[in-house]
């Protein structure tokens, strides 16, 4: 389609491009001294804009392939390379009222030799998001933003106490999605078990068995690990129950929820109902409806502080472990989740993390 445009407006495109280059019609396309560009409708945000990365293709001989950063870039007309205008002949038909005036780039494209352009589309197009993080298909990655609608709630009194925890802080909250804001933040409290471990060792010196009795401890799960940390520092009953509440409260998210925390035969409720269906979900709709003691107790469930805490661990825990591992024995939290993670996951995480600080 590009070729035919161009052929259509060849006067137009007379005074807008090199005129030392050669172009000719490879199918449909433009080919501009031997270059065909294929648009891409996703790339990774790990390359950096406005350059130029070379291709290294197995069946191809050096200089065959490219890939342009050139999105939100403007094209440079008479002193663009053959690369530039070949991807702004690609572009230009969908835009054709731009073309004349200042034209930014809208994607990011492929550039292959004439000559290979059907061993690309045969053998590496649909496999470029595995080997090279971009895609010829459109793709919604877009990550989820709260609104203002929510409170910005400050805590006075928090610190960090080491410089290794303001950089996992920082990596974390540097990550645009919710699913690797998640990661970071679990992060942080893996970290924080780490520097008690260091300072009960140093409390105690020379004292080789209870040095023994600490790495013991440290060699427990995961899950114990992250329980012990939660009783020794989150021991404030009204917060735990208000963040709790907050993640069990009814959403759109329920059914995933449900899934997620009692779909996969995990220990480490603290109500001890997984095998029980009815008590099952009885105990998920006290749960949304209201969180809280009197609720409990008027329907005889246990409710204590060692129970709050362990509901919070299980559940930092199994959302940790649904981000981290892609294994069909758990539930497997991918992009479509961003918002159960940012609206339910996240906000529990870090009222964790506050409380060790």
């Known amino acids: 389609m590009s070729f035919q445009f161009f052929q259509d407006n060849q006067d137009i495109f007379s005074d807008l491009l090199d005129t030392n280059f050669l172009i000719t019609q490879v199918g449909n396309e433009a080919c501009v001294d031997g270059f065909v560009a294929l648009k891409i409708d996703y790339t990774s945000p790990k390359y950096l804009p406005n350059e130029v990365f070379e291709i290294a293709i197995p069946s191809m001989p050096a200089d065959s392939a490219y890939l342009l950063t050139c999105a939100g870039y403007p094209f440079k007309y008479t002193t663009a390379t053959q690369l530039e205008t070949a991807s702004f002949l ?35 197009q649909d496999t470029s998001n595995f080997w090279g993080g971009f895609y010829h298909t459109p793709q919604q990655f877009d990550s989820y933003k709260i609104n203002s609608s929510k409170i910005i709630e400050a805590n006075s009194g928090l610190s960090l106490p080491t410089q290794e925890h303001t950089k996992a802080l920082y990596r974390a909250n540097a990550d645009s999605s919710a699913i690797g804001r998640y990661l970071g933040l679990f992060h942080l409290l893996e970290l924080s078990f780490d520097y008690d471990l260091v300072q009960e060792i140093t409390q105690i010196q020379h004292d080789l068995k209870g040095i023994g009795k600490l790495f013991a401890s440290y060699n427990h799960s995961e899950f114990e690990r992250l329980f012990k940390l939660t009783k020794k520092y989150w021991k404030d009953e009204p917060s735990l129950a208000k963040a709790l509440g907050n993640f069990f409260t009814s959403s759109a998210f329920d059914k995933e929820i449900d899934d997620l925390l009692h779909g996969y035969e995990k220990d480490g409720f603290p109500w001890n109902i997984k095998h029980s269906p009815d008590k099952l979900k009885a105990f998920i709709l006290q749960s949304r409806t209201s969180f809280d003691k009197v609720n409990f107790d008027k329907n005889k469930v246990t409710w204590s502080l060692e129970y709050l805490q362990k509901a919070a661990t299980y559940i930092i825990y199994r959302f940790r472990c649904a981000i981290a591992h892609a294994s069909i024995g758990e539930y497997i939290i991918n992009l479509d989740d961003e918002e159960m993670v940012a609206e339910k996951a996240e906000p529990l995480l870090r009222e964790a993390n506050q409380s060790r600080v």
Request: aromatic share 18%; proline share 3%; no cysteine.
């Open 90 to 124: 690609a572009e230009a038909s969908t835009f054709p009222a731009e073309i004349k005036d200042n034209y930014t780039f809208k994607s990011n494209f492929i550039l292959i030799r004439n000559q290979h352009i059907n061993d690309y589309k045969d053998n590496y």
